[in-house]
């Protein structure tokens, strides 16, 4: 993940995966919102998993742990706010 742009209330992170890769359990501090450029993921939450595809967007709540599984090559945005940080777990 690179931090891509930054203001007083918003910063945009741009994620690049290949395909097989899995982004480790982690959650925002802040309320997050993907959008996929390109590719395909499985996003696994507590309660249920969702199949993120190129030009689809999805919005993933503060604190909710999650897991990201790359099906195909991926680049995506995730918008946050400007004080938010990102914590990886061990579980």
Do not use: C, W
């Not at 995966?17 to 982690?26: A, D, E, K, V």
């Amino acid at each position: 993940m690179e931090e891509i742009h930054k203001n007083a209330v918003f910063k945009v992170l741009q994620v690049n995966l290949p395909q097989g890769q899995t982004m480790p359990r982690h959650f925002a501090s802040s309320d997050a919102f993907i959008i996929v450029e390109k590719g395909e993921a499985i996003l696994s939450l507590p309660t249920k998993s969702v199949t993120l595809l190129a030009g689809t967007s999805f919005p993933i709540p503060a604190k909710v742990p999650h897991t990201l599984e790359i099906m195909a090559d991926f680049r995506a945005h995730v918008i946050l706010a400007a004080d938010a940080y990102i914590q990886f777990n061990e579980k």
